[in-house]
């Protein structure tokens, strides 16, 4: 097969960011007066997920020094549903590998997977809560807000969804996407969050907007009785800012990477545009993908493969690396099995981008749409094909940074590094 000569490009974003983080924090965090609100002794538990928040660590550790100056005791929960395998175990290696320790933050991590269920909906659904965040005096609620991978809707990802299914735990987490099933997302998060705020000493929220590159954009300490309204507000804003494939028309997108520090899908479908069905794009999407291949997974996933199921080819190295416990369960918590299955799987990367290119319809494989991404969170530099190359020379915001080349594969029939 004669391969698509492929150019290197750069995408130039919109990129608004925090510069010091720590003062931000502080700032922030002030404004809402929190001395007012919390006494000297009193504890405070302070959510970290699983997303791979940029500067997850230096937000924390601004929180807990913030609480200190307060004489209050803070401590950190995990926040993040089913991940890590749904175990203590494999959340606290999650929060390690993000940096955040009890050395590093200097507070305690209190990690469990045990809930209390504080109060029932107007639906009749329990509202678990996970057990060492009920038990403090405050909770604060740290979460960045942006598009959900699933759902559409004023509130999508964000604070909500970290009351909703971080806080809820394993438990929590598989009752509500359960719930989902019967009931909207909205009318859900909505109920659920109304119960925690009620019952669960919900402090504040620290809300975080990143920009394209993956960068703090924006810190905003929030009450929490303005959460839905800010909230709405903000996802405006993190849909303006996130980054976006330069062209919608792809025959085929390689991506070298998923894992859940990317997205809640491996790979973020509101990019790859395949958010309402995992196998096309819909009218409601503004990218169309024929084919992907996914080439590889992050090392912080951890070896959860959720959202391979998106892709219609990958390698057997890939395959090799899943740890199948984290993923299923994953997969089944979130009620969306088809994320889980496994695409046609060949040897080498070769193999698999020329059985993709067999199949995008009767364009020549030379002549084929062919983006190349290193993962769907970082969309800065990019490969495409000769069939947008006339494009990128005319859009101010597309620049070349390489002269074409035939694709390259190495020794081993696996495609050289993207830059």
């Known amino acids: 097969m004669e391969f698509p000569s492929m150019m290197l490009i750069r995408q130039n974003f919109e990129t608004p960011q925090v510069q010091d983080i720590p003062t931000e924090v502080d700032h922030q965090l002030k404004s809402l007066n929190l001395r007012d609100k919390v006494r000297p002794g009193e504890t405070v538990a302070?959510?970290?997920?699983?997303?791979?928040?940029?500067?997850?660590?230096?937000?924390?550790?601004?929180?807990?020094?913030?609480?200190?100056?307060?004489?209050?005791?803070?401590?950190?929960?995990?926040?993040?549903?089913?991940?890590?395998?749904?175990?203590?175990?494999?959340?606290?290696?999650?929060?390690c590998s993000y940096g955040?320790?009890?050395?590093?933050?200097?507070?305690?991590?209190?990690?469990?997977?045990?809930?209390?269920?504080v109060d029932r909906t107007s639906q009749g659904i329990p509202v678990h809560f996970d057990r060492h965040a009920y038990e403090a005096d405050h909770v604060l609620v740290v979460g960045r807000v942006k598009p959900h991978t699933g759902f559409v809707g004023e509130i999508e990802s964000g604070l909500h969804k970290m009351m909703l299914i971080g806080l809820g735990k394993h438990e929590g987490a598989i009752l509500y996407h359960r719930a989902i099933q019967d009931y909207s997302f909205l009318v859900i998060i909505k109920s659920v969050a109304d119960v925690v705020i009620k019952k669960c000493g919900i402090l504040a929220g620290l809300a975080i907007v990143e920009n394209a590159f993956d960068e703090t954009g924006l810190l905003e300490a929030v009450s929490p009785e303005n959460f839905f309204v800010r909230e709405k507000e903000l996802l405006k804003l993190a849909v303006q800012w996130m980054p976006k494939l330069p062209f919608p028309e792809i025959d085929l997108l390689i991506v070298d990477a998923i894992g859940k520090n990317i997205s809640g899908t491996g790979m973020d479908t509101n990019v790859v545009g395949r958010k309402y069905n995992d196998k096309t794009a819909?009218?409601?999407?503004?990218?169309?993908?024929?084919?992907?291949?996914?080439?590889?997974?992050?090392?912080?996933?951890?070896?959860?493969?959720?959202?391979?199921?998106?892709?219609?080819?990958?390698?057997?190295?890939?395959v090799d690396g899943i740890d199948f416990h984290a993923m299923n369960v994953n997969a089944l918590t979130g009620g969306h099995p088809s994320s889980a299955s496994i695409p046609m799987t060949f040897p080498t990367d070769r193999d698999a981008v020329e059985a993709a290119l067999g199949t995008v319809g009767m364009v020549a494989p030379k002549n084929a749409r062919v983006i190349r991404i290193a993962n769907t969170q970082n969309l800065e530099t990019i490969q495409?094909?000769?069939?947008?190359?006339?494009?990128?020379?005319?859009?101010?915001?597309?620049e070349s940074q390489r002269a074409p080349t035939e694709m390259q594969f190495d020794g081993q029939g696996f495609l050289e590094p993207l830059a």
Request: proline share 2%; glycine share 10%; hydrophobic share 40%.
């Open 46 to 95: 302070i959510t970290v997920g699983s997303r791979g928040i940029a500067n997850i660590a230096t937000i924390t550790k601004a929180i807990c020094d913030c609480l200190k100056k307060l004489e209050a005791i803070p401590f950190i929960v995990p926040a993040m549903g089913s991940h890590g395998g749904g175990t203590v175990v494999g959340q606290t290696e999650i929060l």
């Open 100 to 117: 955040v320790t009890e050395e590093s933050m200097g507070v305690e991590i209190r990690a469990s997977m045990e809930t209390v269920v």
């Open 282 to 318: 819909t009218e409601k999407d503004n990218v169309r993908c024929k084919r992907i291949f996914a080439r590889g997974l992050t090392e912080e996933t951890h070896g959860n493969a959720l959202g391979l199921g998106i892709a219609e080819f990958t390698t057997q190295r890939v």
């Open 384 to 398: 495409v094909s000769e069939p947008f190359f006339s494009e990128v020379n005319s859009r101010d915001d597309l």
